[in-house]
């Protein structure tokens, strides 16, 4: 049987729009696996009498507008008493829709992959409206969702279109789950796995639950990514094609350059076009907010540790860390893996993976900072900036690079963040170097995040103020 796991805070806020006295009209945004669908599944199974599920077909040969509205039509037919006839318009295959709401009972519809099943038809989203505002909405017991991983359509179509201004009653956009909630698809082996290897697990996936959906507990964390990146059918060796080509098209390519710039550390948008060998304009600001959008990197704006305002140039760092995990060591033997010609050595002994592990813990830390705020004794409502933190050397300032700079009105939290086999006093001196390069007039507090082996002297000595085990973020 399925379990579900996590989205907690997620499944309130759905189940809140049950206690309006009007329909709602719902948005929900996230990369692909992400569990968009699954969510609202539950949330129909959980609270709803009827669910109507309706998905558009996927980008490819012979796909066009007619064909999504026979689809359309055909799924509708299968799930209620609509006649499965032919349509023209999306107007009609509406209707057919509306004609077919039960008229007792909650009923969630959900439109997945609207991008794709709207995308070969620009008249789609006016006609989605129009049939919102005089049919669908007078439906009191209707939660219509319209699900997509190609955010940028729904942003642009739907939340920022002049038609649909003040009609959504709730955005949703689903990140990967936090690491206490990824630990528990080891389930009861749980109990018998070290979180070192779970650690290697999560190095590799992050929390996108369908990665983790695919997890077999009673093998290794070597296996598992033997099986899923290492061999020809292995889902991991094949999503990073079939996410890309499908939510960006002709666009695929230069979004891969883009990913592969920033790759090992945050840029703005001046150094990844001088890696790119291109002008920083429209259409490269264009692509990073749609990868953004789309969950794959982060955009982040420090604010300026003196004087307290937002930093003027945003940087952009990679936040998912699969799609590290497949250009730094996946694509280059690609076809090796393919023809069933590579043999997989172990993690530990994959070329470059020292230098890849440290980013990837690194960034389930920066990801799953909100777990820290409680061990810091911060307050959430009073954070103005969580990233990390770069100052380039100007002058005679010097430079100083922070893996995790929390600030709040009256105090900033140093976080470093290290995963070694052996962790040496080094790390505190390097910790107060950089303190001393900050240059911060208010309070400022030192955290270390770790997985591995601690000196001893680092915890006695308490020259920092947070020491913190990796593994009580879960």
Not at 64 to 86: G, I, M, W, Y
Not at 346 to 369: A, H, I, P
Request: charged share 25%.
């Amino acid at each position: 049987m399925f379990h579900f796991v996590g989205r907690s805070s997620d499944l309130l806020r759905l189940e809140a729009l049950w206690r309006k006295r009007t329909s709602s009209l719902v948005t929900c945004r996230g990369r692909r696996r992400i569990g968009k669908s699954t969510l609202i599944e539950e949330f129909a199974r959980r609270t709803a009498d009827h669910l109507i599920s309706l998905d558009g077909q996927a980008p490819g040969a012979g796909v066009d507008n007619a064909l999504q509205l026979r689809s359309f039509v055909e799924q509708l037919s299968s799930q209620t008493s609509a006649p499965n006839v032919k349509v023209e318009t999306w107007l009609q295959a509406f209707r057919l829709l509306d004609n077919a709401l039960p008229q007792e009972g909650r009923t969630v519809v959900l439109l997945d992959e609207i991008s794709w099943m709207g995308g070969y038809d620009k008249g789609f989203p006016g006609t989605l409206k129009i049939m919102w505002d005089k049919y669908f909405r007078k439906h009191d017991n209707l939660v219509m969702v319209l699900c997509g991983s190609v955010s940028s359509w729904i942003a642009e179509n739907i939340l920022k279109g002049t038609g649909f201004a003040g009609r959504d009653s709730l955005d949703l956009v689903l990140e990967e789950l936090p690491i206490g909630e990824a630990v528990s698809f080891w389930g009861e082996a749980g109990e018998r796995v070290s979180f070192a290897e779970k650690l290697d697990f999560l190095s590799v996936t992050g929390g996108v639950p369908k990665y983790l959906e695919e997890l077999d507990p009673g093998l290794t964390a070597d296996e598992n990514i033997r099986n899923l990146c290492f061999t020809p059918g292995g889902l991991l060796f094949r999503d990073f094609e079939q996410i890309f080509s499908k939510m960006f098209g002709s666009k695929y390519e230069d979004r891969k350059k883009i990913l592969k710039a920033v790759m090992y550390g945050s840029r703005s948008p001046a150094e990844i076009a001088e890696a790119l060998g291109k002008e920083r304009n429209g259409h490269l600001l264009e692509h990073l907010e749609d990868l953004v959008l789309a969950g794959f990197l982060a955009k982040e704006e420090n604010v300026n540790p003196k004087s307290g305002t937002i930093g003027r140039i945003a940087r952009y760092r990679l936040k998912d860390n699969y799609l590290r995990f497949y250009l730094h060591h996946i694509e280059p033997m690609f076809n090796q893996i393919q023809a069933g010609n590579f043999q997989y050595p172990g993690l530990s002994s994959l070329k470059g993976w020292e230098t890849v592990l440290g980013l990837q813990f690194e960034n389930l830390v920066v990801n799953n900072y909100r777990s820290l705020l409680p061990i810091l004794g911060i307050d959430g409502a009073t954070i103005l900036s969580a990233a990390p933190f770069r100052r380039a050397k100007i002058g005679s300032s010097r430079g100083v690079q922070v893996d995790l700079l929390i600030q709040t009105a009256n105090s900033a939290y140093l976080v470093e963040i290290k995963r070694r086999q052996h962790i040496g006093k080094d790390i505190v001196t390097e910790i107060e170097e950089k303190v001393r390069r900050l240059g911060f007039s208010s309070s400022i507090r030192t955290a270390l995040v770790y997985e591995g082996d601690l000196e001893p002297t680092i915890r006695t000595d308490r020259q920092l103020d947070f020491i913190i085990p990796a593994a009580r973020l879960a």
